[in-house]
T-cell receptor, first 113, second 114 residues
Framework: KQEVTQIPAALSVPEGENLVLNCSFT??????LQWFRQDPGKGLTSLLL?????REQTSGRLNASLDKSSGRSTLYIAASQPGDSATYLC????????????FGKGTHLIIQP | EPEVTQTPSHQVTQMGQEVILRCVPI?????FYWYRQILGQKVEFLVS????????KSEIFDDQFSVERPDGSNFTLKIRSTKLEDSAMYFC????????????FGQGTRLTVV
């Protein structure tokens, strides 16, 4: 059964810093990995999707990498801003007949002005 | 930008009552999903739906749950007899294809069972 773990659970940094959020998964046979942002009491906003054949994806100040063989992904946020404060969720699609995403518990990020 | 729309945003119901949560998928998407998130816990997959039938369901999706697309636009999740432990945020998600495409989530319905 796929398990997704995110480290750290919480992170507080000053504005302007570059930071890395980590995600690991136990079964490397995935179709893709998706990073989401969740604001308090709100829905999930898709940030980046990395297919299993890809090594990284970039969108603006965000860069996500995937090392499928080691079961790891990182989300790199450059030049952090207070508006980046949110919970960041990692989710994997294991395919093989499984439709649903398996989520980690998230990293709660606070960017201090 | 196209988005997944869920109604209501918040519903309070008494234990034992039936509730129906509604979702309007993105128009050209073919796969529909329901997830739930109990307060402080992970987002969990409930069910996927394609071509007017359930494609996959999790252990959570027992006989008290059902899904349908009654009118070709709305996608609904029905909980027949709500329990206190059904209190959670319920998210609808849609994707163009199965498995290998990006999933887009709605803003969620917060269900409170009292």
């Amino acid at each position: 059964k796929q398990e997704v773990t995110q480290i750290p659970a919480a992170l507080s940094v000053p504005e302007g810093e570059n930071l890395v959020l980590n995600c690991s998964f136990t079964d490397s046979a995935i179709y893709n990995l998706q990073w989401f942002r969740q604001d308090p009491g709100k829905g999930l906003t898709s940030l980046l999707l990395i297919q299993s054949s890809q090594r990284e994806q970039t969108s603006g100040r965000l860069n996500a990498s995937l090392d499928k063989s080691s079961g790891r992904s990182t989300l790199y946020i450059a030049a952090s801003q207070p508006g980046d404060s949110a919970t960041y969720l990692c989710a994997v699609n294991s395919g093989g007949g499984a439709d649903g995403l398996t989520f980690g518990k998230g990293t709660h990020l606070i960017i201090q002005p | 930008e196209p988005e997944v729309t869920q109604t209501p945003s918040h519903q309070v119901t008494q234990m034992g009552q039936e509730v129906i949560l509604r979702c309007v998928p993105i128009s050209n998407h073919l796969y529909f999903y329901w997830y739930r998130q109990i307060l402080g816990q992970k987002v969990e997959f409930l069910v996927s739906f394609y071509n007017n039938e359930i494609s996959e369901k999790s252990e959570i999706f027992d006989d008290q749950f059902s899904v349908e697309r009654p009118d070709g636009s709305n996608f609904t999740l029905k909980i027949r007899s709500t329990k206190l432990e059904d209190s959670a945020m319920y998210f609808c998600a849609t994707s163009i294809e199965r498995s290998n495409t990006e999933a887009f989530f709605g803003q969620g319905t917060r269900l409170t069972v009292v």
